[in-house]
């Protein structure tokens, strides 16, 4: 009975926590870190601010779990990409990942400030930043596309070099889109029409680098988006 009250004990803390960090990111998304206060949450919660500051002591910690968790999902596809990647295949990475940077927004601009810790800053758990990992999954969509014959390989370092910061100046320019969205309530529909057209404007920097087959499937692909026909 002690060890079965105890489970009970725990799977509540847990899932107070859980719903702390739930509540947290959507007001930090909605009004910011500046605004959020953990007042506000409590009473949002209809919870004692102890019941939060027993979980987190401060706001700052809340939004250093909320980045963590934000790098751990960014990684989930730097990992999980299939060797039989094809451009539609990219396309759908890609909006994955700007639907997360919406999720996250709040945070993100937080963490960022003025956008140079995404430069520069690694998480909380001293992994690497968000711009590096972000590259490393250009890179890597980049050489299976080449692999399968959607791209061409790329000799010229420059060129290179060059193409990955422009996919970096996009995601950044997203990040600012999705911060200063001024309807952030307005249907999902509208969220998703503007992630889609995002997430073909970064496929579209690749444009330069795809053969006869990736040009054919990237138009494709335009053509769907801009009938506004491609899957929510």
Known sequence: MVKNRKIEQ???????????????????????????????????????????????SRKEDICVILWSDFIRKLNVYNATFSSMLDVKQAFLIIRAINKLIYDYRGVI???????????????????????????????????????????????????????????????????NKAVILEDADSADTDIARLINRNSLLVLFAMYAVFTDKGMREFRTIA?????GEMEA
């Open 109 to 175: 601009m937080f963490r960022g400030g003025d956008l140079r810790v995404i430069h520069e800053d690694e998480d909380s758990e001293g992994g690497i930043s968000f711009t590096l990992l972000s590259r490393q999954l250009f890179e890597r969509i980049l050489r299976i596309l080449r692999r399968n014959g959607y791209a061409v390989e790329l000799t010229d370092e420059l060129l290179k070099s060059t193409l990955l910061n422009v996919e970096s100046i996009l995601m950044r320019w997203w990040i």
């Open 10 to 56: 725990k799977d509540k803390a847990l899932s107070t926590r859980s719903l702390i960090l739930e509540k947290s990111l959507d007001m930090i998304n909605k009004i910011g870190v500046v605004e959020f206060r953990i007042d506000n949450l409590a009473s949002d919660l209809g919870l004692s601010p102890g019941n939060i500051t027993y979980h987190f």
């Open 223 to 227: 053509e769907i988006v801009n009938k």
